[in-house]
């Protein structure tokens, strides 16, 4: 039974680590900012395309270029885990996330829009830098900050109430957090100081940029 309730735990937490991937940070503050400012008066095919463009560049096209990646270096997933794996991935989604700023700037999109892309690319950058010179940070937990913060500044900025969201996103973090530490992917100060450095990368970039 023990073992059992172990299994399931393990299946559960590669399922949350998979959904609530780093990646997914920008296009869903982006989809937040469409719900819940003035921005979800704008036509819906606008906010589509946006949406779309925005997971072009932060999510297929580094999951594509990482693929291949790893197929032409004959390396596995779990092996992107050792830190001198992880350096070009990071160098990867680094470019993509720059692609994304310049194809945003060159669309006249507001600056703010461009802020959420450019404190996702610090925060991986932060990350990329710790990787290579201490130890590995968890870029699901800085992701997960990050989400948490810049909708803390987005608040502000917008004079909305995001206590019901961020309830919400406190307990997904708690549930990204928990499956990272459940997987021997980090440990719980890697976890702690990886949301702070999202949370705050986040937060005052969107607000002081």
Request: charged content about 10%; some cysteine; proline content about 4%.
């Amino acid at each position: 039974m023990a073992r059992l309730k172990i299994r399931h735990l393990i299946i559960g937490s590669k399922y949350i680590s998979a959904i609530f991937a780093p990646t997914y940070l920008p296009i869903v503050v982006m989809g937040l900012l469409f719900l819940c400012s003035y921005l979800n008066m704008l036509p819906w095919f606008y906010k589509l395309f946006i949406l779309l463009l925005v997971y072009c560049f932060t999510i297929l096209l580094p999951t594509f270029l990482i693929k291949f990646y790893l197929k032409h270096r004959d390396l596995s997933v779990l092996q992107l885990s050792s830190k001198e794996h992880r350096i070009i991935p990071y160098a990867i989604s680094i470019l993509c996330y720059v692609g994304g700023m310049l194809a945003l700037e060159k669309l006249h999109v507001p600056y703010f829009m461009i802020t959420i892309l450019l404190a996702a690319l610090v925060i991986q950058g932060i990350c990329a830098l710790i990787n290579a010179l201490w130890w590995k940070p968890s870029t699901h937990a800085a992701g997960a900050g990050g989400v948490i913060g810049a909708f803390m500044a987005f608040a502000l900025i917008f004079s909305f109430n995001p206590l019901w969201w961020f309830s919400i996103m406190i307990i997904l973090a708690g549930l990204v957090g928990s499956s990272r530490i459940v997987l021997h992917q980090n440990g719980v100060l890697q976890i702690f100081v990886s949301f702070l450095i999202g949370a705050v990368c986040a937060n005052l970039i969107i607000l002081f940029v």
